[in-house]
Structure formats: C-alpha cells, structure tokens
C-alpha cells in the first residue's frame, strides 16, 4: 500500500531539511509554513519539544517558534508605540511523549535523526525522527500534517510512533498550547475551545479531535482536560502507535456572532470523512491548483523548484472566500511586521493572482474596496481629498504603520512612511485596472473597480498642486526607496499618480458610457462633478515627471542626481544593509537606491519610457540599488528579463529565490513573499513578457538561451490558455472558453478551441540575449 507519509517521488516537488540547528530554525518553521489563506502554521515540531512562553530574551534564544494564525484576527497588544497585531491561536500540534515516567525532550539524549520535508505537490508537511533518551530507549517518528486547501477550517495531524523494545510504560498526549494566548477564553469545553480578543472583540473558536489506534486498533483516551487527549499502554517491539488529529477554526469578526457551531460542523466533517478521505481531498485540491499554476522549466531545475516553492506560498497565502482580509508581508508565515499589508500585495503579489487565480485576486481588492471609507479618512486627516490607502494596514484600513521603532542602539526612530508612502494609493488602483484588463470581470469594475480608481484619483489631483513654474508637484514624499525621506517628486508616485488619474478618466467615460445609471449613482454619491474632471485632465498633463526628454533619464526625485555618488559594490559583501552599515544620514546624502524604485516604473508602465528609455533607466539605476529589501531583486530580474538581458535575469531570479530557499535566518520572521510573488512575475511577465492589461492576450520571451522550453497557463477574459515557449516558437492552446485573438511578439492571431496554435520563427526569435550592461 502506498504510504501516505512518505513524499512525492517525482524529482523537484520536495523540500527536505535535515537536523536542528538553532541558528536557522526558526527560517526553516517559516520555509516549510503550511497555510490556505485562512489558517497558517509555522513548521515547528510538535513532539519532544518544551513550552514556550513569553520572557526576556537577551541574549538566548527560542530554539523554536511555534506559531498558528487565523487571517483576519487582528488585536492591539500591550507595546509601545501600540499597533494591531495577528493574534495567535492555539498550537493545536502539541504531542508529548513519556516514556517510563520521562518525557522526550529533544535536548535530552539523542536525536539520532530529524528530518522535515515540505511535499509542495501534496501540501504536506512530512517529519521524520528517532531518539534515543538517556534510558537508552529509541523511539521513531513519522509525521504528516497540513492545513486542509479542500476544506479551509481543518487542519490534520497523522504521527506514528515506534519503540524499539516491549515493556516500556508509555503515554502519550496530544493537547493544544493553551497558555499565553493574548485572548479571553470564553468557553472551554471537551472538543472545543472559544476565546475572544480583547480590544476588537473578535470570536475565534477551535474544535479538536484526537483518536490513537495500536496495530489498528482504538486505545480509549483520558480526557483530564479540553483539547487534551492522554493514552497509556505498555509497548511492544516495533507495534505502531497512530495518533490522528483533525482540527477544525472559525473566526468571527462580531463579538454578538459565536462561531463555535461552525468550527463543530467543520470537525464533525473532518472526522466522519476519516482522516484518510481528508487528506484526498486536500491533494485534490492541491492537484487542481498545481494543474493552472504550476510552471515547468526544461532547463532549470532549481529555478523550476524556486518557482514551485512561490507558487506553493502564494496558493498557500490567499483565500477566495474572505474579502475581509489581505495578505500580510509575511503571509501567515510568521510574526514579522505583524500581519501588516502593504503594497507587497498589489505590486507583487496581484499579477500572479490575476493571471492565475482571478478569484484570490477579487477577493483581494475587495479587501480594499470595504476599506475605501478608512483611505477617505486618511486623506481628509492630511487635508487631501479622495482615497489615501494606508501604507499598513490590518482589518479596519486604518493606518497602522508604528510611528516610531527602536533603532540598532535602543533609541526611538521616528517611521516616516505611513505619513508619507502615498504610492499605494496608485499601487492599488493599478491592480485593479489590471484585474479588469485581464479577466474582464465588469461587475467588479462596475460595482466597485470605478470607485476605488476615482477615488485614488482624486487623491492625487489634491496632492499634486500647481506651482509657479507650471508644474504640478507632489512634495513630501517616500517612494519605494524609503532609504530617502521627505522627498518630492519622486518619479515613481508621481507617474503613478498620473497613470492613476488618467485611467479614473477612462474608467468614469466607460461607466457612463455602458453603465450611465451606476456612473450618475456614483458621482452623486461622492459629489463629483465634470469640473473636478477638468482639474483631473489638467494634472495629467502637468503633473512633473522629472523626465529629461533628451537624455530619456527620470530623475528618481528632484535632487537625486546632485547626491553624493556612491559605489554600492564595495558594500555587496557586507552582511548587514548597506544603511546599517554607513549610517542613516550618509545614505541619505549619497545615490544609493534602497530597491526598485524608477526600475519598477520601468516594470510597472514601460509605454512612460519610450524608445532607449527603459534600457537608459535601467542601466543608470540598477548599478545604484543596494537591494535593501527583499522586493528588489525580482524586480530587476523581470525588467532586466524584458529588456532581453537573461543572464542578469537569471541572477537577479537566483538570488530572490536564495532568499527563503537558503538557510537565511532573516526568514525567522516569516517568508518574504513579495520576492515570492516577484519571482513569478520575472518569468511570466518578464521572460514569457505575458501583459495582462493588452486589448488582446500579449505575449512577447525572450528565453534564456538555457532554457530549453518554458511552459505555464494563464487565465484571461474566462479562458484558460496553455503556453509553450522555446527559442523558436510559442505553442497556445485554449483550454477552456471561447476563441480569443493571442498576440505573440506583435503577431496577432485567432486561438481556437481543438486546435493549437504554432506561432514559429526559423531563428532564435524568442530569445533574449543583449546585454544592457555592453
Ligand atoms: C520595503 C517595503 C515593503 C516592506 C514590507 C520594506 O523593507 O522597503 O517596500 O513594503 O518592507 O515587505
């Protein structure tokens, strides 16, 4: 019989980590997290660890980080300055095992073997271990887990156990970590336990069930406490002990609203189906998400798999069925920045979400949407007109960026970007034109795209105000390099900005064109009127761009290119951030790019860099960027990718996948999943050249010359199309829907249903080969 705990054979699909090292544990919980967009678990171990519970932490460490989450459950904690945070639930994996009246503990003793591998095919955690206590008894461990994709409220846990030898006393418990919650219990009985949080008075409920057969058969369990389950017996030899734990969680966001029935009724299916049937449908699932967003590489093995390990965290991070919530810089991977979104989400987390998976993606915007009368009320604080989206924010939208953090010496420093960051409100009306675009979903657009982009606009035409040279400005800002503060007329937000009105204007003509009840609904409702659309023509075409039309260059804000000059080479080596490394304010003088800043304008609206314009930008700021944060790399592959230099592509794809794929402790605080997401869109947007927002479905490779083939589906218009790239031609094939016309390499033709089509070059048309660097 197959056995359901041993990983996928086929080669590429497994994550494997061996051992323990307390250095990088905690990035390994992060890498190997489970999730399904409405729970998250951390890759801790569940047997033969301790308990952990808040102290100071000087100067030793957790030597692990056990973590659930449920999307959504935000409450402010007791810090200073005070700011929403996840909460965390219950460690429903807990397993203790005593053996002769002495518990296992992984430091006693010795652990002999500990493996941990993340199956992405199957979407399962696997844990293997043996141990040997100090009385000489060895004990082995095999483990399956996984945060159900079939059935969003379950989790489940399969552990069998070995012994070596007959006669040992044996218990064995299997409880949920119930200390140090951070929330109010509010009923705690057999199988299920319900706690609200204090200050947003959300309900989250967990039902648990355990059952613990030997050789097959059902051993009765002690139930001294609720969600604690304890067997006992006398060991046998090489008899197999299996415990099986289904887990079932609902949330309430309304204190009135108990959803402990539906974590019952969730549990109740758990344990009816069987373990076994649960972890079918979770593979099926996973199967189908695999079938429309996998993407094989002939050619690249370790890029395929990085690929695979994005795409295993993106399926991972989102939920179609709660437009409540977004996705946290860290997904539900871990703690770091607290759950917060930011525009991780738009930027570099939507492309894959739209071309993929356009019900995630809906989901996603309609967070924002619910959130429009927060971003009104942002901007109306600073005295702006329309929409200004908070540049953190949790399950209200308000803003909740700390205003001030600690610095490396213990001083407070002051957080400048959730007064300053605007460019998300840009960022987010970009995504939604781009959802449009790509699945013409016009009841969204209609009912919620249109306002979202009107009133983004409108913040902009408040901001950017005229000035005596003409112009209009947008002073006192961040961009994307938020090594520079307080700067104005960075190009990014102000192009953005522009971008962002102009589409307003097409989408308000549209409206009213196809829509004119819902287009006069809606400007009387937010009291607009055509004079406030002259002003919005006016600022795009004077908003400043900071453009030298006879170079081609941006300057990325007025006044960077009088900066000190600074070789971000002799820096490359250093481990810490370059600001770290030669100060906050020598950074500031100097032209050190934090990440892509005018190369993800280049990225984002290549047609703003006409003719020479993207290479000229590109070759000027690329050898700028210190690659301060995790977003940038991606960034610069996928432009460097469309601009045909594969090699930099390929380094720049390499080294973001490095980031969570290595043992890289900075992941201890979950994966970064915008370089996630960015690495997607390297070599969908970038190598293949996919555009989601063309009339037709656009697609122009430039292929690494090493890679022999390409091949993914997209999802466009309610089609589903698959895509084959070589170096001299570009197989698609529409897989489901009706006829669409398919542009390749500016080469318009008609996709058929049945009948695929061969777009073929006699030379190496689709490659990419130029070196922007020559
Ligand atoms: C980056 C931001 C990003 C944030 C969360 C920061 O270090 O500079 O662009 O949004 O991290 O990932």
Same mark, same amino acid.
């Given at each position: 019989m197959l056995d359901l705990l041993q990983p996928t054979?086929?080669?590429?699909w497994v994550l494997a980590h061996e051992g323990y090292n307390v250095l990088t544990e905690s990035a390994v919980e992060s890498r190997f997290a489970l999730g399904n967009g409405f729970l998250g678990m951390r890759a801790a171990r569940s047997t033969s660890r301790g308990p952990t519970w808040v102290s100071w932490l000087g100067y030793i460490r957790w030597a692990s980080w056990p973590r659930c989450y449920v999307a959504g459950l935000f409450d402010m904690p007791n810090t200073e300055p005070p700011v929403p945070a996840l909460v965390p639930v219950a460690d429903w994996s807990r397993v203790r095992l005593i053996l002769d009246g002495e518990p296992l503990v992984s430091r006693e003793g010795e652990m002999l073997r500990g493996l941990r591998r993340l199956d992405m095919r199957r979407g399962v955690l696997l844990s293997e271990w043996t141990h040997r206590t100090p009385a000489g008894i060895t004990a082995t461990g095999h483990e399956l887990r996984l945060l159900s994709l079939a059935d969003r409220a379950a989790g489940l846990q399969v552990q069998r156990v070995v012994l070596d030898r007959d006669g040992v006393d044996v218990r064995l418990e299997a409880s949920f970590g119930l200390a140090g919650l951070g929330m109010e219990p509010i009923r705690l009985k057999n199988e299920v336990g319900t706690w609200r949080t204090e200050g947003t008075g959300k309900v989250v409920a967990m039902a648990g069930g355990a059952e613990l057969r030997l050789e097959g058969a059902s051993v009765p369990a002690e139930r001294p406490f609720p969600l604690r389950w304890i067997w006992r017996w006398r060991s046998k030899a090489g008899q197999v002990a299996e415990l099986a734990r289904h887990v079932a969680v609902a949330r309430s966001d309304r204190p009135a609203e108990d959803p402990t029935p539906h974590a019952e009724a969730a549990l109740e299916r758990g344990t009816n189906l069987g373990w076994r049937a649960v972890l079918r449908a979770h593979e099926a699932a996973w199967n189908d998400h695999w079938e429309d967003g996998g993407i094989d590489i002939d050619g690249d093995d370790d890029l395929e798999r990085a690929l695979r390990f994005a795409v295993y965290h993106l399926t991972s991070a989102a939920n179609p069925d709660d437009d409540r919530v977004s996705i946290g810089a860290r997904g539900l991977t871990g703690d770091a920045y607290f759950g917060h979104v930011f525009w991780d989400t738009e930027t570099y987390l939507l492309p894959y979400y739209t071309a993929v998976w356009p019900e995630a993606a809906r989901a996603l915007l309609m967070y924002r949407y619910h959130m429009l009368p927060a971003a009104r009320a942002k901007a109306e604080l600073f005295g702006y007109r329309g929409a200004l989206y908070p540049w953190e924010s949790a399950d209200t939208g308000e803003e909740t960026t700390p205003e001030t953090v600690l610095g490396p010496a213990g001083q407070p420093v002051e957080i400048l970007t959730g007064k300053m960051e605007h460019h998300i409100s840009a960022d987010i009306a970009y995504a939604v034109w781009q959802y449009w675009r790509a699945t013409g979903d016009d009841d969204f657009f209609r009912d919620a795209g249109v306002e979202i982009l009107v009133e983004t606009a409108r913040f902009w035409a408040s901001r950017a105000v005229a000035e005596a040279d003409g112009g209009r400005h947008i002073r006192h800002v961040i961009g994307p390099d938020e090594y520079h503060e307080d700067v104005d007329d960075n190009a990014f937000t102000n192009v953005m900005a522009r971008w962002n009105i102009a589409r307003a204007l097409d989408a308000l003509d549209l409206l009213r064109k196809r829509w004119p009840d819902h287009a006069a609904a809606l400007q009387d409702r937010i009291a607009l009127d055509d004079g406030e659309l002259d002003d919005w023509r006016d600022a795009v075409a004077r908003i400043v761009t900071g453009l030298d039309p006879t170079t081609?260059?941006?300057? &990325?804000?007025?006044g960077f290119h009088a900066l000190k000059p600074l070789d971000v080479r002799d820096y490359v080596t250093h481990a810490l951030p370059i600001d770290v490394v030669i100060g906050r304010e020598q950074t500031q003088g100097s &032209?050190?790019?934090? &990440?892509?800043?005018v190369v993800a304008l280049i990225a984002l609206l290549p047609e703003a860099f006409p003719g020479e314009g993207a290479a000229v930008n590109f070759r000027h700021y690329e050898p700028r960027c210190a690659h301060g944060s995790s977003l940038s790399a991606a960034m610069h592959a996928r432009v460097a990718a469309r601009l045909g230099d594969s090699e930099m592509a390929l380094r720049y794809m390499r080294e973001t996948a490095s980031l969570d794929l290595d043992p890289d402790p900075n992941s201890a605080g979950g994966v970064r999943i915008a370089g996630l997401g960015g690495l997607w869109q390297a070599a969908i947007l970038g190598i293949a050249g996919l555009n989601l927002a063309g009339e037709t479905l656009e697609l122009d490779p430039k292929l690494p010359p090493t890679w022999r083939r390409l091949s993914f589906k997209v999802r466009w218009r309610g089609r589903s199309v698959g895509l084959s790239i070589t170096g001299d031609a570009v197989e698609a094939t529409l897989i489901d829907g009706d006829e669409i016309d398919i542009t390749v390499a500016g080469d318009t033709r008609t996709l058929q249903p049945r009948s695929p089509l061969h777009v073929s070059r006699s030379s190496a048309a689709f490659r990419g080969a130029v070196d922007v660097d020559a």
């Open positions: 054979e086929a080669p590429g081609g260059l941006y300057e &990325q804000f007025a &032209q050190v790019v934090k &990440q892509a800043d």
